[in-house]
T-cell receptor, first 112, second 116 residues
Framework: DVKVTQSSRYLVKRTGEKVFLECVQD?????MFWYRQDPGLGLRLIYF???????EKGDIPEGYSVSREKKERFSLILESASTNQTSMYLC???????????FGSGTRLTVV | AQSVSQHNHHVILSEAASLELGCNYS??????LFWYVQYPGQHLQLLLK??????LVKGIKGFEAEFIKSKFSFNLRKPSVQWSDTAEYFC??????????????FGKGTHLIIQP
């Protein structure tokens, strides 16, 4: 079964900490995405990548950065975590041209 | 840029009732359209998608959606809902020319509760 795996299901971090959220896909997909999901706001795109070492800003990139050193891995980095970054973070991947997306189970991050 | 509007944030139905969830999008070009479902505590799953061709799309679990280009709509329907359909439903769109590389734009979601 094809998968998008997010390394942590729950995380609690302190304000100001640097936070890494990891995502790995085993489908050899070119495209990978990071979303955050908040009640009443749906899913909002933070960053995406269409190739190794390539990255593009989504709708809400402020306070985040990403890294894609290998095709299968896409990391989301919170340089200095803040309480307004408490959220559910979802990783997704898709194959170029296919248009279908596979989502991970999510990481619920709480910043205290 | 695209945007997606889901008209109902909360819907409560009884079992066996018919369901229609509204979705409208704004984008001037060719689009791909999706409905995703998120059951409590689970990850997002694709219900159905439209890329081209027959505007009436059938998905999993008895769901279907109709793309009406003139109305910029992609409403989700099910003739008879079950208690197990209780979930959050998201409509999403991306540009048809993007090849899937540019991510999905989601609506804010509709929380559907089915009462036994």
């Amino acid at each position: 079964d094809v998968k998008v795996t997010q390394s942590s299901r729950y995380l609690v971090k302190r304000t100001g900490e640097k936070v890494f959220l990891e995502c790995v896909q085993d489908m050899d997909h070119e495209n990978m995405f990071w979303y955050r999901q908040d009640p009443g706001l749906g899913l909002r795109l933070i960053y995406f990548s269409y190739d190794v070492k390539m990255k593009e800003k989504g709708d809400i990139p402020e306070g985040y950065s990403v890294s894609r050193e290998k095709k299968e891995r896409f990391s989301l980095i919170l340089e200095s975590a803040s309480t307004n970054q408490t959220s559910m973070y979802l990783c997704a991947s898709s194959q170029q041209g296919a248009g279908g997306y596979t989502f991970g189970s999510g990481t619920r991050l709480t910043v205290v | 840029a695209q945007s997606v509007s889901q008209h109902n944030h909360h819907v409560i139905l009884s079992e066996a009732a018919s369901l229609e969830l509204g979705c409208n999008y704004s984008y001037g070009g060719t689009v791909n359209l999706f409905w995703y479902v998120q059951y409590p505590g689970q990850h997002l799953q694709l219900l159905l998608k439209y890329f081209s061709g027959d505007p009436l799309v059938k998905g999993i679990k008895g769901f279907e959606a109709e793309f009406i280009k003139s109305k910029f709509s992609f409403n989700l329907r099910k003739p008879s809902v079950q208690w197990s359909d209780t979930a959050e439903y998201f409509c999403a769109v991306n540009a048809g020319s993007g090849g899937g590389a540019d991510g999905l734009t989601f609506g804010k979601g509709t929380h559907l509760i089915i009462q036994p």
